[in-house]
């Protein structure tokens, strides 16, 4: 590395793959540790917090030393690469690691991921997918200790055999699937063809007539392929239809959602669900929305930009499933859903769905085109009296909501004052509102210049132009 080249990294900034440095302590170890456990990364050391060049004292025996830490602390043990280059007259130290081929590095006992320009402690549940994905499996391939084969169900296996067109008796397609491990089903298996109900799988669906009115509502524990079903027959029971005259013989149908996209996004639930989060998944029907939620984040440091494309390298939380789920025909190229589902609501006519990461999990909003809609309501010339009731009640309505919206900017801008790291969903937890909501008083307030953003998406803060 020469001196243009440090120049730009710091004129870049702190990022997922640096870090500044003022001097050689322990938080350049876990820093390095963060970097081995995702994409690898580099610590300038000598750099303050802000970019400043503050160089730092080499002795003879300096870098041996900062490599014997490094080692002593790391489990398995890394050794990181450093670089000496001159800036304005001072020293700085590139220490750089790359991704380590065995994963997860641990510092001192904790692992360490990097997320944005932060290191994040990784948790239970994220230590257990590192070690798995590093023997190239994953969790449903795990022998279920709480359940016998004699929980499967035969006739369920053989319509499964009958269905991918194999020969095969019950043990044999259990065998070729890998789908019993030390004389015990996996986790899989039992999520695909238990006798009985499946608590791990259960989704509720409600179909609201309000945030806090059901209208009607089910609890399906069916076995994962019959989920399919028994949620898209919920779908189509509370999904509008009309038909459409044209100049054809036969009329045409359209219902309120691409139905083909509805069946798509409830498959990338069932297959992608972190079946060991307690949450369960929700389905949410609103007269001009719907809202799921699946339990699992993104993996690999995805993020929503890149699912929204299609092109990327997917790591399957549920392989085992997602082989089942495609030798059946249900899902089609790996990593490629999201980017259809959105394109299929755009060729309908209707707004682009939302994904949000959010609570643990996947949130996913579809709209229709309900909210465009007014009804047309009869008028008469002579009720004088019924057209003033209702301007007055339009103007009544529309100060009510700016006063609201008003006291809402203003307090999630008190908030950022006092706590400039808070992300959208800490806002609208602590206030008690979606995260809409707190997206549209953010989208205002920089509006009006009063915060901007520093740093990445995730992991930036924000900054208070104006004084509270």
């Known amino acids: 590395m020469n001196a243009a080249q440090l120049l730009e990294l710091i004129t870049q900034g702190e990022s997922a793959r640096v870090e500044f440095k003022s001097s050689f302590q322990k938080e350049v170890v876990e820093t390095l540790t963060a970097f081995a456990n995702t994409q690898g990364g580099v610590v300038l050391v000598g750099v303050g917090d802000a970019g400043q060049t503050v160089g730092v004292g080499i002795q003879a025996e300096t870098i041996q030393g900062w490599i014997n830490q490094c080692k002593q602390a790391t489990s398995p043990r890394i050794i990181p690469d450093v670089e000496l280059v001159q800036l304005d007259d001072k020293t700085v130290a590139a220490v750089s690691i790359g991704e380590y081929p065995i994963k997860p590095v641990a510092c001192k006992g904790r692992y360490y991921k990097r997320t944005g320009n932060a290191n994040h402690q990784m948790t239970a549940t994220e230590i257990s997918d590192a070690h798995i994905k590093l023997i190239n499996s994953s969790w449903d391939y795990h022998p279920d200790p709480e359940h016998a084969l004699t929980s499967i169900s035969v006739p369920k296996v053989q319509a499964f055999a009958e269905a991918v067109k194999l020969s095969a008796t019950f043990d044999a397609v259990l065998d070729k699937f890998e789908l019993v491990k030390g004389g015990r089903p ?7 063809f ?52 044209t100049g054809n013989p036969k009329r045409t149908e359209r219902w309120d959602y691409p139905m083909d996209a509805l069946r798509e996004i409830i498959i990338n639930m069932i297959v992608h669900r972190d079946y060991r989060s307690a949450n369960d998944s929700t389905i949410k029907v609103f007269d001009d929305r719907i809202e799921f939620f699946n339990p699992g984040t993104l993996l690999d440091g995805l993020t929503i930009e890149q699912i929204k494309t299609g092109n990327y390298k997917s790591h399957l939380r549920n392989k085992q499933v997602a082989t089942i789920f495609r ?28 994904f949000e990461v ?54 999630v801008f008190t908030m950022l004052s006092d706590n400039p790291s808070a992300t959208i969903p800490d806002l609208a937890a602590q206030i008690g509102v979606t995260t809409r909501t707190i997206d549209r008083a953010l989208n205002k307030l920089q509006q009006e210049g009063r915060v901007g953003r520093v740093g990445p998406t995730h992991g930036g803060v924000w900054q208070i132009l104006t004084q509270p």
Do not use: W
């Open 327 to 354: 030798e059946l025909d249900l899902i089609e190229k790996y990593g490629s859903g999201v980017r259809r589902v959105i394109d299929t609501f755009v060729a309908y006519g209707l707004p682009e769905p939302t």
């Open 358 to 411: 959010t609570q643990g999990g996947m949130a996913v909003t579809v709209f229709n085109n309900a909210a465009k809609e007014t009804p047309l309501q009869p008028q008469h010339s002579d009720d004088l009296s019924d057209k003033m009731s209702g301007k007055m009640s339009g103007k009544m309505s529309g100060k009510m909501s700016g006063k609201m919206s008003g006291k809402m900017t203003e307090k």
């Open 194 to 245: 238990s006798k009985n109900d499946v608590f791990l799988s259960t989704i509720e669906a409600g179909r609201f007539a309000s945030p806090t009115i059901i209208k009607d509502s089910i609890t399906s524990r069916d076995t994962l392929v019959e989920q399919v079903q028994r949620i898209m027959d919920f779908m189509v029971k509370h999904t509008n239809k009309a038909y459409i005259i």
């Open 186 to 192: 996996t986790f899989a298996c039992h999520l695909l």
